[in-house]
């Protein structure tokens, strides 16, 4: 039997912001640079892949060691 892929996991931006260390108000910045867009909504809430979250955090630390 043949397997569907797993959909990606979409979390609200406070637990994004727990689980890359960063505070709520550096995963609204990232959005607003447009480093991160948000995948979905779930009602005023903005949802995001962890994986771009990562990702973000990535792009961001990168640009904080060069500058």
Same mark, same amino acid.
């Given at each position: 039997?043949?397997?569907?892929?797993?959909?990606? =996991?979409?979390?609200?931006?406070?637990? =994004?912001? &727990? &689980? /890359?260390?960063? /505070?709520? =108000?550096?995963?609204?910045?990232?959005?607003?640079?447009?480093?991160? %867009?948000? /995948?979905?909504?779930?009602? %005023?809430?903005?949802?995001? +892949?962890? &994986?771009?979250?990562?990702?973000?955090? %990535?792009?961001? +630390?990168? %640009?904080?060691?060069?500058?």
């Amino acid at each position: 039997m043949l397997s569907s892929p797993a959909l990606p =996991a979409l979390i609200p931006g406070p637990l =994004a912001a &727990e &689980e /890359a260390g960063v /505070a709520p =108000a550096t995963i609204r910045k990232w959005v607003q640079l447009g480093h991160l %867009r948000a /995948a979905g909504k779930a009602g %005023r809430a903005q949802l995001f +892949r962890l &994986e771009d979250v990562f990702a973000a955090e %990535r792009t961001a +630390r990168g %640009r904080a060691r060069t500058a």
